[in-house]
């Protein structure tokens, strides 16, 4: 087995065909379809299912791909560990983060992080907080911030702090005026939460369900983008665990929930693999920049842990 077998098989999973694989890393697909040949060949196993309509990894293939990721990454990440040991610090650092958080911190990020250390480059990657713990245990992602509702012991984590939650309704069905509301005004709602076992969605249903109450869900999403859009469309209201919905769009302004209920925001990376230079550089730095930007801006709900 060598480099280009990896190297190859994470771009061909990656492309979902040989012949978009091909025009990606300019290497003629019938090389790729020898390149993989041998490598299952050599492994005894099947990697890839080929179809008509493209690839998928088979079982195995998939953990294969995963650990060749992981590999190749590091790797890659080889010059710069030795470049960063001599003089500045410098590599390419995958940060993911949440859309409560990315919209809004991104830039102000990256301008800090390049005064910092302006030979590290950052790669941001959204996603829900499950997505990105996920990523981090496939050594996908250097770093991540996730709201957990309890903690599991497969990454390192560094909790931040405690997020309240707020009813996000659209300016044309804003529900009341006042600054709060109580749990048994918002199980009248309509409401569009997240679907499956998301931290959000957990926590909301414990709360509400430990107070006797039902929750009145008109439609599920996936994404926060697809549930956002439809609450400023006016066809439901959500929970979110922000208060200042500044940079989403046109909305309501939020209303605290009371009792409240909270997520802990924590900075999370993996316990397999030890952080480069970079991503403990950006690490230490990322923990000093939320805190600084939540006690400047005094973040709704945000209550910092020490």
């Known amino acids: 087995m060598q480099y280009r077998h990896l190297y190859y098989f994470v771009r061909i999973v990656e492309a979902g065909s040989f012949s978009q694989a091909a025009r990606t890393i300019h290497v003629a ?150 600054t709060t509301i109580s749990l048994a005004e918002v199980s009248k709602i309509p409401l569009i939460l997240p679907a499956g076992l998301n931290a959000r969605r957990v926590v909301i249903e414990r709360t509400f369900a430990e107070a006797g109450l039902t929750l009145n869900i008109a439609a599920e999403a996936v994404t926060v983008a697809s549930e956002l859009s439809a609450v400023r469309a006016g066809a439901a209201s959500t929970i979110l665990n922000l208060g200042d919905m500044t940079g989403f769009g046109d909305f309501a302004e939020p209303v605290l929930i009371e009792p409240a209920f909270y997520l802990t925001c924590c900075l999370i990376w993996s316990n397999d693999v030890s952080l480069t230079l970079a991503a403990d550089s950006v690490r230490k730095l990322l923990a000093q920049f939320i805190k600084e930007h939540i006690e400047r801006t005094k973040r709704p709900g945000a209550v910092w842990l020490a």
């Open 29 to 178: 697909q019938p090389a790729l379809s020898q390149q993989i040949g041998e490598l299952e060949a050599s492994l005894g196993v099947a990697l890839l299912h080929r179809s008509a309509r493209g690839i998928k990894p088979t079982a195995m293939g998939r953990r294969f791909y995963e650990e060749a990721s992981a590999i190749l990454r590091r790797y890659e990440n080889l010059p710069a560990l030795v470049r960063s040991s001599i003089g500045d610090i410098e590599g390419l650092v995958n940060v993911g983060m949440p859309a409560s958080l990315s919209t809004t911190l991104v830039g102000p990020f990256i301008a800090q992080c390049r005064a910092a250390h302006p030979k590290i480059t950052l790669r941001f990657i959204d996603g829900d907080s499950e997505f990105l713990r996920e990523e981090v245990e496939k050594n996908r992602l250097d770093l991540a911030f996730a709201f957990e509702d309890e903690f599991f012991p497969v990454v390192h984590r560094q909790p931040l702090f405690q997020q309240n939650h707020y009813l996000i309704s659209s300016v044309s069905r804003a529900v009341t005026s006042a």
